[in-house]
């Protein structure tokens, strides 16, 4: 016999309204819940089995509603993917401002410099600390050679951390999704491109700085520290302007060895100037590998960083060792590494965006990609 009271009443008008929410194939469970509870004759046991179908149909409701929000923002996304932000009529429009950009840069950039530095020069370190050591030197001149190396440490590994943090970085956004209007549409390039450029061209700028004038003092200094005693000037101890009062005065030289100090005084010229260049050539490279190869993740971040430090300090070696030998002038010698650099980003970045047009069927076949 079925027992009713309006306790029991009050509790299925409770959850017959919750259960409009659940999916169709669960109506049979409710319906069953709400006799099962109508029957239970003891308030107390009544009370507990209420509590309980309360809350089993809450959980089916909200599962059904929050699968039924999620299919709609797929399909959402499916539809407008081709143009992330795009407004009807203007240009696409990717949901990240420069200055969010930027920031997001820091960390990367700062992670990356202090790990390369610190191991290049923990490896400068060892060496320097057995030379001195055999010669008997204090902890302290020990301490002050290694501090003495972190300029010239760091004229090389903040090109690298330049190029680890912009791939990082993009290679982030590439799994987010940010990157579909960036490789379909160049107004959303120049979205990513132009802060890039801004924030490595301000760190080559500083490293330029760094280069000609911090550089040459903390080598002169290191160079006493390491043989002890007053080192002769030498092309790494120079500023710019000493280097090509040099390389002049090496000219007026006559023989052939006027010529090639020359040639090493402005080989080191250029060197400085093509090193802090590095930064923007290495940034360029580092936005065009990741929108080739958007979802590489970290091991893309990896081998692509193996492989373009290695071609690159491999073109600046056989461009000196070029220039040394007369073969190409000291501006070619020390700018191919860059120019080889930059031609393989803008091949990467033709080959990336050739064939795509925004209403075109490239946009219909990655929107169907994506929305499956």
């Known amino acids: 016999m079925t027992v009713s009271s309006p306790h029991t009443s009050r509790a299925a008008r409770l959850i017959a309204p919750l259960a409009r ?3 169709p194939r669960h109506a049979d469970l409710v ?5 099962e509870l109508e029957s239970i004759p003891d308030a107390g046991p009544r009370r507990r089995f209420a509590l309980g179908a309360f809350a089993a149909v809450a959980r089916l409701s909200i599962q059904y509603v929050g699968a039924g929000a999620a299919s709609a923002a797929r399909r959402w996304t499916s539809v407008f993917a081709p143009v992330v932000g795009a407004h009807v009529g203007g240009s696409p429009m990717l949901p990240i401002t420069p200055r969010q950009l930027a920031r997001r840069h820091l960390v990367p950039f700062v992670v ?3 790990a390369v530095t610190g191991f290049m020069l923990a490896l400068f370190g060892v060496r320097v600390a057995a030379q001195l050591g055999a010669r008997g030197e204090t902890s302290a001149a020990i301490v002050e050679a290694i501090a003495l190396g972190l300029p010239f440490t760091m004229a090389m590994t903040v090109p690298m951390a330049v190029f ?3 791939a990082w970085v993009f290679s982030r956004l590439g799994r987010e999704g940010m990157l579909g209007a960036a490789r379909r549409d160049a107004a959303a390039l120049r979205q990513l491109l132009v802060p890039v450029l801004i924030g490595a061209t301000t760190i080559a700028g500083l490293m330029f700085v760094s280069n000609t004038q911090l550089l040459p003092r903390a080598n002169t200094r290191l160079a006493v520290v390491l043989s002890g005693s007053p080192a002769r000037a030498s092309d790494r101890t120079m500023t710019v302007g000493e280097l090509r009062a040099a390389a002049r005065q090496a000219r007026r030289t006559e023989g052939a060895g006027g010529a090639t100090r020359a040639t090493a005084y402005e080989v080191e010229v250029q060197k400085k100037f093509a090193i802090s260049a590095a930064c923007i050539v290495l940034a360029l490279a580092g936005l065009t590998i990741t929108l080739r190869f958007p979802r590489g993740g970290a091991w893309l971040v ?3 960083s193996v492989l ?4 690159h300090y491999a073109a600046l070696v056989a461009g000196e060792t070029l220039a040394d030998r007369a073969v190409v002038s000291p501006i070619v ?4 590494a860059n120019a080889l650099t930059l031609v393989f980003a803008l091949l990467l970045l033709r ?3 050739r064939g795509f047009n925004v209403r075109g069927a490239g946009n219909e076949a990655e929107s169907a990609a994506i929305a499956t």
Not at 308 to 311: D, E, I, L, N
């Open 308 to 311: 373009v430090f290695a071609a």
């Open 333 to 336: 010698a020390m700018w191919m």
């Open 112 to 114: 990356a410099l202090v």
């Open 351 to 353: 080959t990336r965006t």
């Open 31 to 35: 319906r069953g819940m709400v006799a």
């Open 21 to 23: 929410f659940t999916a």
């Open 164 to 166: 680890l943090a912009v």
């Open 302 to 304: 990896a081998g692509s």
